[in-house]
């Protein structure tokens, strides 16, 4: 995710309350055997919600299944009206269920069936709790199908997105809920199907590759499969009055690319960067990892860019405002495209790993603007430095980041897990070198494709590259309240006193905020 204007974005929902007992029982849960298990027999006398125990989301997720498989259907007709939905899933039972939760809010739900059967269900906070006909039984393969409504008029909390002509998602970090029933948590990837049936006159395209389109009488239904897993977060699907460029990238890659009708010939020198842009990608962490990659620009004010998998979504006024230099409209393409080998590939295992994702997208950022002789990696690196101290303060460091407020969820998109997670690889590549962190990079997202990683696991890997322990090393660095020395650098210091926020460096979106009228470390403007 990138910050693309000083527009606030929607303020997100207020987290749901659970109280310290469920917290803490429910984190041990996560910690001690995984996102998708529990210890015994998954029940409530008394349904509420449960959680996964994320620090960050205690509530976001479930335990005791692991989804497989999601079919989802949509009916759309209009912009303000709910659409009709029903929603397939399939999973597998890691402990013994006598009921099943499924975050879902903003939406109504009409009947819940269970490998068929018509199962019970209440609504407790913001998830729905099935009661099965039969309890199930651990290992159990089971299929759950909702029944529901989709509201996108509720908007400003998240999930869909408004654009001038029909929706669109966004729906990072806690929001695929308020679009359709899930196990909304990073660290349960999934394989996606959608169906979508809107008016004949728009055009609907969505993540992965399509598949049948039926046309019957004044409606069309367009069907998409992603090939590979994903998490509920990365979910993209495009309402509109749209055209569909396609072009080849690298090895032959599909890239096919959403925008406005009215705009395609305006946006066509934007879209013409993506091929070389994956190539440059390649060159630097391996081979693409999807099926294919499009860029959507959708007419809409969301104040950031988003990272959905295998086709990533961007507002229209980055590349039509005409205030910010080439350069940098295409560092932050790149960002996003970063994205889809770090934090879509290989997704966090919990919130608190976010640095992995946004840390390397703004390292590939910066990288991609330095080698092109427009900003200089090193002099961002240093006022990266000098600012992490206050960042720390703020937000936390870049891999323990504190709760964002109760009714500003989004706020765990601080500068420290951009810029100040990117100064983190900085610091690593000085200590190990060039040769063997690129091969590190490289490494990680072809041991983790397809999956989920923590911290522990990149100290992990980055040690065995190295051919030597780093905790000691990399721990100050990702878990300390102060920057420690830098590697090769002894001369710079952390120098901000004061408070940061809605001061970041591009790069460092702080609040969802970008700077777009300072870049103190380039080179050259233009």
């Not at 993506?274 to 990659?293: I, S």
């Not at 709760?403 to 500068?415: N, T």
């Not at 710079?492 to 300072?518: D, F, I, M, N, Q």
């Amino acid at each position: 995710m990138t910050f693309s204007s000083g527009r606030r974005p929607w303020p997100p929902r207020t987290g749901r309350r659970r109280t310290a007992l469920v917290a803490a029982a429910m984190a041990a849960v996560f910690l001690a055997v995984g996102p998708s298990s529990a210890a015994g027999p998954v029940s409530s006398t008394h349904p509420g919600p449960l959680g996964i125990g994320d620090p960050l989301f205690p509530e976001l997720g479930n335990p005791g299944y692991d989804v497989t498989a999601y079919d989802i259907a949509f009916d759309y007709r209009r912009q303000d009206r709910p659409l009709d939905a029903v929603t397939t899933i399939d999973a597998r039972a890691t402990a013994p269920l006598r009921t099943v939760n499924l975050d879902f809010a903003q939406g109504v739900v009409d009947s819940v069936r269970v490998d068929g059967a018509r199962a019970r269900f209440v609504t407790a906070g913001e998830d729905l709790v099935v009661t099965p006909p039969t309890p199930l039984r651990k290992g159990a393969a089971f299929r759950v199908t909702v029944h529901h409504t989709s509201d996108p008029r509720g908007g400003a909390n998240g999930g869909w997105v408004r654009t001038g002509d029909g929706l669109v998602m966004a729906n990072q970090a806690n929001a695929a809920h308020r679009v359709f029933p899930c196990n909304d948590h990073p660290a349960d990837k999934a394989r996606f199907t959608f169906r979508i049936t809107a008016p004949k006159s728009l055009t609907v395209v969505a993540g992965g590759l399509p598949g049948q389109r039926v046309r019957k009488g004044s409606r069309t239904t367009w069907t998409y499969r992603l090939a590979h897993p994903m998490a509920t977060e990365l979910a993209q699907i495009s309402i509109g009055r749209s055209a569909v460029p396609r072009r080849t990238g690298p090895h032959g890659l599909p890239v096919r690319d959403v925008v406005p009708a009215a705009d395609r010939a305006r946006l066509e020198k934007w879209l013409a960067r993506t091929p070389g842009q994956l190539a440059w990608m390649e060159k630097k962490a391996g081979r693409y990892p999807f099926e294919n990659y499009g860029v959507l620009i959708a007419h809409a004010t969301t104040g950031f860019e988003l990272e959905t998998q295998t086709l990533s979504l961007f507002e229209r006024d980055l590349f039509t405002s005409e205030q910010l230099p080439r350069w940098y409209i295409e560092s932050i393409m790149v960002h996003e495209l970063a994205h889809q080998w770090f934090g879509d590939s290989v997704s966090p295992r919990r919130w608190s790993d976010l640095w992995l994702n946004e840390g390397h997208a703004t390292w590939y950022e910066a990288l991609y603007a330095d080698e092109r002789g427009k900003a200089s990696l090193k002099r961002r690196m240093r006022k990266a430095y000098e600012q992490s101290d206050a960042w720390r303060a703020e937000g936390g460091p870049p891999a323990a980041p504190k709760p964002a407020d109760s009714d500003q969820q989004i706020g765990i998109f601080r500068p420290v897990v951009y810029d100040g997670s990117a100064l983190v690889l900085y610091a690593l590549r000085q200590r190990i070198g060039r040769t063997a962190f690129d091969r590190l990079e490289r490494e990680w997202v072809l041991r983790h494709r397809d999956g989920v990683a923590s911290t522990a696991d990149f100290i992990r890997l980055a040690s065995q590259v190295a051919g030597r322990d780093l905790s000691g090393f990399l721990h100050p660095w990702l878990y300390g309240k102060k920057t420690p020395p830098m590697p090769g650098h002894p001369d710079w210091r952390p120098t901000a006193k004061e408070s940061t926020k809605g001061a970041a460096l591009p790069g460092a979106r702080a609040g969802r905020h970008a700077v777009r009228y300072a870049v103190p470390w380039a080179v050259k403007p233009g």
